[in-house]
């Protein structure tokens, strides 16, 4: 059973810090790794994706990913209040298979605190 | 730019009735997928569709009816409702040669 784990929080943390997320994952062959954002009673939305070792930045975003160590994280810089959602970690179920056919960990629930 | 979209927003229903949950998107994305998510499950696969009259099971397909005659519509059926599939349905599509998952605002259901 391929699995995704998440710690389900919440992470509070104060405006202007660093929130560190993270995600591990089962299966030694995912190649493909993501990070959602769901506020509450809305639905994901796509923040960041992951394919390589190392670091990948998008503004305040940063996704590290150690395929090693079956890890993936998400760090958010100078976090601000409207940062406050559900960060979801999702990884390819299937590949070489069918595209988009994703694993999705529980969430981690972010409040940043003014 | 309608996206996607789900019908109805809203759905109340009684245990052993039929309820049929709409999806529709307007980019002609050959991917399109079901998830039910539930407090302490997280978002789960139910079905998935490849293109038009190719669909195949997901995580927890139990209890529920896919089709897809039209690539852009992708119905979802509980043939006889079960308290245990009261829950927030979420459709998504994805484009062939991509990844990004693109989520409707789903479809909040409650079956009685």
């Known amino acids: 059973q391929k699995e995704v784990e998440q710690n389900s929080g919440p992470l509070s943390v104060p405006e202007g810090a660093i929130a560190s997320l993270n995600c591990t994952y089962s299966?030694?062959?995912?190649?493909?790794f993501f990070w959602y954002r769901q506020y509450s009673g809305k639905s994901p939305e796509l923040i960041m994706s992951i394919y390589s070792n190392g670091d990948k930045e998008d503004g305040r975003f940063t996704a590290q990913l150690n395929k090693a160590s079956q890890y993936v994280s998400l760090l958010i810089r100078d976090s601000q209040p409207s940062d406050s959602a559900t960060y979801l970690c999702?990884?390819?179920?299937?590949?070489?298979?069918?595209?988009?056919?994703?694993?999705f960990g529980k969430g981690t629930k972010l409040s940043v605190k003014p | 730019d309608a996206g996607i979209t789900q019908s109805p927003r809203y759905k109340i229903t009684e245990t052993g009735r039929q309820v049929t949950l709409m999806c529709h998107q307007t980019w002609s994305h050959s991917y399109m997928f079901w998830y039910r998510q539930d407090l302490g499950h997280g978002l789960r696969l139910i079905y998935y569709s490849a293109a038009a009259d190719i669909t195949d099971k997901g995580e927890v397909p139990d209890g529920y009816v896919v089709s897809r005659s039209k690539t852009e519509n992708f119905p979802l059926t509980l043939e006889s409702a079960t308290r245990s599939q009261t829950s927030v349905y979420f459709c998504a599509s994805i484009q062939g040669g991509q990844e990004t998952q693109y989520f409707g605002p789903g479809t909040r259901l409650l079956v009685l």
């Open positions: 299966d030694r062959g995912s190649q493909s």
């Open positions: 999702a990884v390819n179920r299937d590949y070489g298979g069918s595209q988009g056919n994703l694993i």
